[in-house]
């Protein structure tokens, strides 16, 4: 009497698992990152991106950095900055490379005040942010 309880119970188990795998999966998170959040923040970087003013294009990229950023956290990678963590990143993913140059354009917008972000820079920098939040599978 007392196993088939605990057969009872085990199979209750496996089912409550599985409700929370389906339910993981359809609603996008893994690694605590829910991907719909992260899609949805990107595509207010790109509203931004689209207005054509370098104000715009600034605030975009320093959107598109703390968004990567967030996810880097998210995943657990050990650093206490961007840099650190991405450090740490590129072994994995090498094309992650490309953002220290997009990082490097950010902190520009940030350090120097009369720094002048041109549109064909923008873009790039957005670009390489997009394709990194790709290559790590949330976007």
Known sequence: MENGFILIFIVIAFIMIFIFAK?????????????????????????????????????????????LDSVFKKLLIPGSTMGERLKFLIYKYPNLRKVWEAHSVRNSISHESDYILYKSTAKKAISIYRDALKELGVL
Request: glycine share 4%; hydrophobic share 35%.
């Open 23 to 67: 339910n993981v999966i359809k609603s996008g998170r893994s690694n605590g990152i829910d991907k719909n959040e992260i899609k949805n923040k990107w595509k207010e970087i790109e509203n931004l991106a689209n207005m054509d003013k370098e104000m715009y294009y600034k605030m975009a990229i320093i959107e598109s950095d703390k968004l």
